[in-house]
């Protein structure tokens, strides 16, 4: 099984540009969410999703947007990009929700807004 | 806010030493916690999890000890090996339980 698969794996964007990060999971995981990594930091929560069709706000959720219209499928989307977007995006997923089971990770999309 | 963190932003051992990385949780409600290896370049993987009904709980060369009176928890690695060199976060449910909630991370370094 691929488990979390992200795409692109690195990406320069320029400050106004808009993009999609794709996520996929092949394990049939109903919740599903995105983390923004800064350098020396945590993972911060940007949406969750619990379901196709359900998505929710995190920590920091201004300047993106996700849908889920499938159960495999979380795509996040940067609107007008700004260099505070600059980051390292990771999509997981899990098998239950609530935060008490733990997380398959994708890779990481590394992402520089310049 | 709810926060995770870790008392050592690094940490260095010599191979064959036991490594010990802690943490401080600050959400009394959670009961869930988690430990994971993030290698250079690549996503954080899952170690060891443990509910706050437990009070300690065994991996393979990992232990996770749990203190729920003074809101710690640590991640014990017997005879560290170079291949351990990584940045380890500590993660919690919070009092929403809606997602995991990600410490700031402690870099262990392994010199053989």
């Known amino acids: 099984n691929a488990g979390v698969t992200q795409t692109p794996k690195f990406h320069i964007l320029k400050i106004g540009q808009s993009m999609t990060l794709q996520c996929t999971q092949d394990?049939?995981?109903?919740?599903m969410y995105w983390y923004r990594q800064d350098p020396g930091m945590g993972l911060k929560l940007i949406y969750y999703s619990v379901g196709a069709g359900i998505t929710d706000k995190g920590e920091v959720p201004n300047g993106y947007n996700v849908s889920r219209s499938t159960t495999e499928d979380f795509p996040l989307r940067l609107e007008l990009a700004a260099p505070s977007q600059t980051s390292v995006y990771f999509c997981?997923?899990?098998?239950?929700?609530?935060?008490?089971?733990?997380?398959?990770f994708g890779s990481g999309t590394r992402l520089t807004v310049v | 806010g709810e926060s995770v963190g870790l008392h050592l932003p690094t940490l260095s051992v010599q191979e064959g030493d036991n490594s010990i990385i802690n943490c401080a949780y600050s959400n009394s409600a959670s009961d869930y916690f988690i430990w994971y290896k993030q290698e250079s370049g690549k996503g954080p993987q899952f170690i060891i999890d443990?509910?706050?009904?437990?009070d300690k709980r065994q991996g393979q060369r990992v232990t996770v000890l749990l203190n729920k009176t003074v809101k710690h928890l640590s991640l014990q690695i017997a005879a560290t090996q170079p291949g351990d060199s990584a940045v380890y976060f500590c993660?919690?449910?919070?009092?929403?339980?809606?997602?995991?909630?990600f410490g700031k991370g402690t870099t262990l370094s392994v010199s053989s």
């Open positions: 993660a919690e449910n919070g009092q929403a339980g809606t997602a995991l909630i």
């Open positions: 997981a997923s899990s098998y239950g929700g609530g935060g008490t089971y733990g997380y398959t």
């Open positions: 443990i509910r706050s009904n437990m």
């Open positions: 394990m049939n995981h109903n919740y």
